[in-house]
């Protein structure tokens, strides 16, 4: 599937953004461009497509899953913690003429919705303060701060073979998928420094084959660093740019443009990818 027919299709989703976001739960929609190129790298390295199952992680309006399954993916799995952004998720996947679960239908792709909050605690660094002028206040996803890049690497978190679902609230047995793909809050928010990594780390714990993940570039090292300590391997598939609309009151633009890294951790050892 070429990248201009992918994005056609996308772009025809009913409703692509959130209705009334969250800003706690630094709700941005995917766009149908940055979903395409995650959905065609995946499909190259063939973590998606006939016969694998996905897990879109915080699935929000539900633009990965719908690509996951243009693509011909057999199963997909909806995961998030907020009624209204599951119920505009379920409406976009009906809309779009995907399929609900049914175990007698063995052709299509079946879906299922699962309600979850992923358990996440805060981690304070006491050697950050924030610097005069207000720099390193997080503003939402697209305002990014000092402080919570330097929370997020100076906290250790456990890797996720050491995690189960009753440690990170997502009643789902580990290695149940093939591919789990997650678009995470970037932590940016006080408050929630290292959310991306609890997110990430779950991911891991879910998928058997393959995670894809965006993340804010600046965090790259810190990021490469954390999964590669879990025994990881990690690529940076792209470099791209995040929009984010005006969303939110204190949103004084029109449009941010955040720099972001779509990742790929591979979970398969080389020579038994298939």
Not at 16 to 36: G, N, R, V
Not at 82 to 93: Q, S, Y
Not at 171 to 200: E, H, Q, R, W, Y
Not at 208 to 235: L, P
């Amino acid at each position: 599937m070429k990248l201009k027919h992918l994005q056609s299709a996308l772009s025809s989703v009913p409703i692509p953004q959130f209705t009334e976001p969250d800003i706690t739960l630094e709700q941005y929609a995917t766009s149908p461009e940055l979903t395409s190129y995650i959905i065609l790298a995946a499909l190259q390295n063939e973590d998606i497509g006939y016969g694998r199952t996905v897990l879109d992680l915080g699935c929000g309006t539900g633009m990965l899953s719908i690509g996951s399954a243009i693509v011909g993916s057999s199963h997909i799995t909806l995961v998030d913690c907020d009624e209204d952004a599951m119920a505009i998720a379920r409406e976009n996947i009906e809309a779009m003429g995907i399929e609900e679960f049914d175990e007698d239908d063995e052709s299509g792709c079946s879906v299922e919705y699962v309600l979850a909050k992923l358990k996440f605690v805060a981690r304070k660094d006491p050697n950050t303060s924030r610097s005069k002028g207000g720099r390193g206040r997080g503003k939402g996803r697209g305002g990014g701060g000092r402080q919570s890049q330097i929370s997020n690497r100076a906290v250790p978190i456990s890797p996720p073979h050491q995690i189960s679902p009753v440690d990170d609230g997502i009643p789902l047995a580990s290695n149940c998928v093939d591919t789990v793909m997650t678009n995470p809050p970037f932590g940016t928010k006080p408050g929630n420094a290292g959310i991306d990594v609890t997110f990430l780390r779950t991911a891991i714990r879910l998928a058997k084959r393959a995670v894809y993940s965006f993340h804010k570039s600046s965090t790259r090292e810190y990021i490469q660093k954390t999964v590669e300590s879990w025994g990881y391997e990690v690529d940076v598939v792209a470099a791209m740019k995040f929009d984010i609309p005006k969303l939110y009151k204190f949103h004084s633009k029109d449009n941010v443009e955040v720099d972001v890294d779509l990742i790929r951790v591979n979970l398969v050892p080389r020579g038994n990818d298939h």
